[in-house]
């Protein structure tokens, strides 16, 4: 099978799981950190699911699931115990052309859960294609292994300094061999740390060419 590898911007997107236990409780939380509106529904819900709802974090709703839980949905997630419960939530969704996940059950799911190594922003999503979770959460404990545990920061400060090279130097092969040049090097927030250095003599140079050229035009015509 041959799967589409996306990350999904789920800020504030109606997001529904249904299913309020152990299945369902690490789904929701993922959704949580995306910073997606969830609706919990579901038959009975864990101590935890009740806290989110009741610190307003989520949405829930003590019922069996109804089609028209559907309504308005970006994206649904059939986490219950209940296989049958989970396909039929599937199917619902397919109709109504709705992305959904039913949770360890590859053939009714248009996405699956990748297993996630995280520093800050940066992230590393491993899937199997639902052939063998196990084999992508060793491959996770591998990277996460070998991945400096301050990358999350190093890579907050890259992207800082990458903002200003974009705004100070022009578009073309230099900017963009500068750009590489810096995902090689130690950054930190210091000023005086090389690779801002690095950054600031490139712009002094950048303006220095401006100023030659402007000094060219309006040099009189001999």
Known sequence: MSLFPAFLKLRNKPCLVVGAGEIA???ITSLLDAEADVQVVAIEARDEVHQLATRGRIRLTLRDYEPGDL???FLVIAA???RNVN???YRDAEARNILCNAVDDPPNCDFYFGSVVRRGDLQIAIST???SPAVAQRLRREIDAALPADLGRWLADL???RREV???HPEGEPRKQLLHTLAQRDVCSSQDCPA???VRDAGANVNAQRQDYRAEQLAPDR
């Open 196 to 198: 801002r250095r690095l």
């Open 166 to 168: 974009l705004e100070i």
């Open 87 to 89: 396909a039929a939530v």
């Open 159 to 161: 992207g800082e300094l």
């Open 80 to 82: 219950t115990s209940d």
């Open 25 to 27: 409780w690490s789904k």
């Open 71 to 73: 309504t308005d949905r």
């Open 129 to 131: 294609a639902g052939e």
